[in-house]
């Protein structure tokens, strides 16, 4: 014999079948309809059959444990508020679908419980101290819905799978919009997540999918193991005034001039500079990832400067940290594996740095490097901050675009410098906007020339890469510009062999050569009117001018440091 679905009217005025809507609940059979007139309905509502359930304008709900508890299958619910309950709706069946519902001012929103291929769509969630939250559940959705000035997260994923996330706004949140904590095969896709204090957070999850999505405060990857971290897509995201850049087993990358946020997870050998990484969950983050090349970037007002976990051999230098809640956290410690200096007298500028430059332990006072409370910071402060930076500059960075004159009087030959800090690079790269003949340097400490000819076969260039501190030749035919871009470093630490060394300037101003380590009795200055035309001069008659190369004879038997700043 067929049945036939009924539909109970619930009024809370008296005009329907029933004042409440339990009652209703309690009377129907499976498949029947309950529409609920408006009204204010005090009272907690437990489903276990399959029911739909349909509210006119102006249906809400206040429960006491729940509003509404659904733990049948193949339920729907719509049109209804719920407000001011301990849970606004929870759903531990299967197979149900929640559509256009307001739920405000409960301490749980919606609760996704142990179910199954359940629904929440078109809804909005609000003032509630978690919007939605799904516990060991899986193949649920939420699309469409607007999760609003949650005290702590907006949506919390705990031990859930195959779920999605689609097209949601998820907007002050207190804590993290969107928070993941061993999850499998999450969609993150097309949401808006802005106004949080905090980014998206994924913690112990594995390939989780973050695609279109707009994330106003990035994210912040956390595991103990390498699936953890690779094992997540994203691509398509938008942070703060940039994008995401997640990279997963990569070489060689080069990321210059962006905004945004970093992620590399088991990268090597790359050079990530001049970024603006500003107020988001974490600036740059490094897993698993060795011998890259971070500096002259901006990292200010993140939660986490930069986050390091099980990566060494890096290198930072001439990098801003400003005013991050942790200049850089490593809850591994790892970050002591690193190194924050180029090698040659500059770290990085601290925003939070007490010390003073003065001379102490016998460093120069006034060179613009920090002096006392090395390495920098102090104290460890709970989190792993290990920045161990033995030369933190007193000010920020400052980036330059730097022009060298190439003249091709007397024969061509220049005697030049690159004045400023620039990542090194193959001569081939360097110089590849210009034509030239030749290059050559004159080692002090190996007591040889090497050269570099572009027209010639690799094997027989010796010199394939120059730094700041040393002068070189260079050979043109023609008048030309030599343009490129580094920072001006603070200082410069320059080793000078006994006998004659080619010596480069790279300061802000000139430099006199009375400055010179008192061991130095000659310097050699260029004089391009003429071929081959050198002058030399004692050190205290010798101005030094940016850019330039300089012959420098130490007179000594060993080599000294010159403290070029």
Known sequence: ME???????????GEGDYLWIQEAVDDAEQG???????????????????????GEEGVLIRGGSYGVKVEGNNCYIGNISVEQSEIGIEIVGRGNSVNNVDVSGCGKGVVFFYGVSNHLQNSTIEKCSTGVLFYDCGENTVKDCSIIDSKQHGIRMLGSNNSTLNANHVVSSGYHPIYLSGTYDVEILENVITDNERGVYIFESFSSSLVNNTLEKGLNIESGIKEGWDSHEMYGNEVGSGKLNYYVDDSAIEIESMSGQMVLVNCTGSSIRYNDFTEVESGVTLAYSSDNSLYGNDLRKNHRGVDIFNSENNTFHHNNFVNNTFQVHSVDESSRYNSWTDGMGNGNHWSDYSGYDDGSGGRTAEDGVGDTEIPHPYDDKGYGYHALDPEPLMEEFLKSNNVIELNNDSNGWNFVSFGIEMEEVELEELLCSIDYEKVMYYSGEDDRWMSYIPSREDHFNDLITLDRSRGFWIRVEEQQELNFTGVIPVRTLVEIEPGWNMVGISTIDDVSGSELPSEVDMVGIYNGSEEYLIEYLDPGEANLERGKGYWIHNSGDESVVWNLH
């Open 3 to 13: 049945t036939t679905a009924e539909t109970l009217i619930v009024d809370a005025d």
């Open 32 to 54: 029947d309809e309950i529409q609920i007139l408006s009204g204010t309905y005090e009272e907690d509502v437990y489903i276990d059959i399959s029911l739909t359930i349909e």
